[in-house]
Structure formats: structure tokens, C-alpha cells
């Protein structure tokens, strides 16, 4: 039986294989990385983008987001969803940025280790492992594994991860398993997977590219050739 870290690096060449190793995502700024990710908890990629350029549209800088009424961001941010508990998370986190290094900018951490961004990210109000990690990939370079919810159903499905560990602890277990140099293709290529193929309701197993690999692909392809 091979080992956990050897059957995620063959799942995540296999993957690679099939939909490509480039990030096929725009860099941001920290700033914008951070706000843009608080804005889709909860919701779809369409919907945040809505409310990030609709907020920016309204006030063009982080200044003035962080100073406007808060009326005025949960009206713009309304297409993301959840808007009075976000708009309220995206001000407090400015302010306590300012408070913290006298002007809005994350790029600082660039030159912190890994654990210190990290470490600092999650202080701040609507902040957690995913969010975090998200900003420390795409925006700082950092190595981190972000899971997001079709990742950490994908790789339960694969027997990656334990079925009731927590997301906090599959980010540090998903890490271990799988390769930094390819932490933003692996992370994007999974979800990718998770809504086209391993689908919440009815995964497509007998479509699935890594059924031979996955435990719940293989029972499903033997039931349905018994039936």
C-alpha cells in the first residue's frame, strides 16, 4: 500500500496531466488578495468578483472603505452574500491594520517567514486558515495549502485525510502530503475536480479520472457493475 504523501503526488501529477500546472490566476495585491477572499466565504467566484468591483467601484480605495459609513460597504459587497457580517469583518481588518503598521499594506509579510505571516493574518477579525492561506499563496509567495470546501470533500472521497478532521487540521495535513512547488496548481486543480466530477450530491465516479485511485470511485464502479 503506498504511502498517504506518494498517492497524493501521483494524484496531483495526474491532474497536472489532465488540466494543466499554470496557477491560471491573477496575481493581487495582499490588500486586494484579502478582501477579495473574505468576499467569497460562502459564496460563488461570479458573486465575489461582483462585489469586490462593485466595491471598488463605490470607494476606490482601502482608505476610504475603511472610513465609509458601514451601510455603504454592505450595500456594495450585497452580490457576495452574507454582506452585514463581511462588510463589518473587511472594515475592522483595515482598521486594525492601520492601528498596527500606521498605513494599509500587507506587503511586509513578503519578508516574514511563512508561520509569522500566517501567525499575523489570523489575528485579524474574519481571518482564518483558509483565508490565510490563500493570501500567502496567491499574494505573498508563500508555501500554504489552502482548503476550501471542494478539497477537503475530494480529499476525504480519495482517502487523503481522515473523514472527521477538522478544516484547521487538514490544512497542516494537506500540506504534508503535497509538494509547495505545486501547492497552487494542486489547490486549483482540485476544486476544479470538486465541481466538475467529485460533486457533492452525485459525484461522477465512472467519469472521474482518478476513480482507480480513489476508494469511493472504485465501491461505486463495482456496484454499478453488479447491478
Same mark, same amino acid.
Given at each position: 500500500?503506498?504511502?498517504?504523501?506518494?498517492?497524493?503526488?501521483?494524484?496531483?501529477?495526474?491532474?497536472?496531466?489532465?488540466?494543466?500546472?499554470?496557477?491560471?490566476?491573477?496575481?493581487?495585491?495582499?490588500?486586494?488578495?484579502?478582501?477579495?477572499?473574505?468576499? =467569497?466565504?460562502?459564496?460563488?467566484?461570479?458573486? &465575489?468578483? &461582483?462585489?469586490?468591483? +462593485?466595491?471598488?467601484?463605490?470607494?476606490?480605495?482601502?482608505?476610504?472603505?475603511?472610513?465609509? #459609513?458601514?451601510?455603504?460597504?454592505?450595500?456594495?459587497?450585497?452580490?457576495?452574500?452574507?454582506?452585514?457580517?463581511?462588510?463589518?469583518?473587511?472594515?475592522?481588518?483595515?482598521? &486594525?491594520?492601520?492601528?498596527?503598521?500606521?498605513?494599509?499594506?500587507?506587503?511586509?509579510?513578503?519578508?516574514?517567514?511563512?508561520?509569522? =505571516?500566517?501567525?499575523?493574518?489570523?489575528?485579524?477579525?474574519?481571518?482564518?486558515?483558509? %483565508? #490565510?492561506?490563500?493570501?500567502?499563496?496567491?499574494?505573498?509567495?508563500?508555501?500554504?495549502?489552502?482548503?476550501?470546501?471542494?478539497?477537503?470533500?475530494? %480529499?476525504?472521497?480519495?482517502?487523503?485525510?481522515? +473523514?472527521?478532521? =477538522?478544516?484547521?487540521?487538514?490544512?497542516?495535513?494537506?500540506? &504534508?502530503?503535497?509538494?509547495?512547488?505545486?501547492?497552487? #496548481?494542486?489547490?486549483?486543480?482540485?476544486?476544479?475536480?470538486?465541481?466538475?466530477?467529485?460533486?457533492?450530491?452525485?459525484?461522477?465516479?465512472?467519469?472521474?479520472?482518478?476513480?482507480?485511485?480513489?476508494?469511493?470511485?472504485?465501491? %461505486?464502479?463495482?456496484?454499478?457493475?453488479?447491478?
Amino acid at each position: 500500500m503506498p504511502s498517504l504523501q506518494a498517492r497524493a503526488r501521483r494524484i496531483s501529477h495526474r491532474l497536472r496531466m489532465l488540466y494543466g500546472e499554470a496557477t491560471g490566476r491573477e496575481r493581487l495585491p495582499a490588500l486586494d488578495e484579502l478582501v477579495c477572499t473574505i468576499l =467569497s466565504q460562502n459564496t460563488n467566484d461570479a458573486n &465575489r468578483d &461582483r462585489a469586490f468591483l +462593485a466595491l471598488k467601484e463605490a470607494l476606490p480605495t482601502w482608505e476610504a472603505v475603511r472610513d465609509a #459609513a458601514p451601510g455603504e460597504v454592505i450595500r456594495a459587497i450585497r452580490p457576495a452574500g452574507l454582506a452585514q457580517q463581511k462588510g463589518p469583518r473587511i472594515q475592522e481588518a483595515l482598521r &486594525r491594520i492601520t492601528n498596527e503598521r500606521g498605513r494599509l499594506d500587507l506587503e511586509f509579510l513578503q519578508v516574514q517567514s511563512a508561520e509569522e =505571516s500566517r501567525k499575523w493574518l489570523r489575528s485579524l477579525p474574519g481571518v482564518g486558515p483558509k %483565508t #490565510a492561506s490563500i493570501v500567502m499563496l496567491f499574494a505573498l509567495g508563500h508555501a500554504a495549502f489552502p482548503v476550501d470546501t471542494h478539497i477537503y470533500r475530494v %480529499t476525504q472521497r480519495l482517502g487523503l485525510r481522515p +473523514a472527521h478532521q =477538522s478544516y484547521e487540521a487538514a490544512h497542516v495535513h494537506l500540506a &504534508r502530503l503535497f509538494e509547495p512547488q505545486w501547492y497552487a #496548481a494542486d489547490h486549483l486543480n482540485l476544486i476544479r475536480l470538486g465541481r466538475e466530477v467529485c460533486q457533492a450530491r452525485r459525484p461522477k465516479c465512472t467519469e472521474c479520472p482518478l476513480c482507480r485511485m480513489c476508494p469511493v470511485g472504485r465501491a %461505486t464502479s463495482r456496484r454499478a457493475r453488479q447491478a
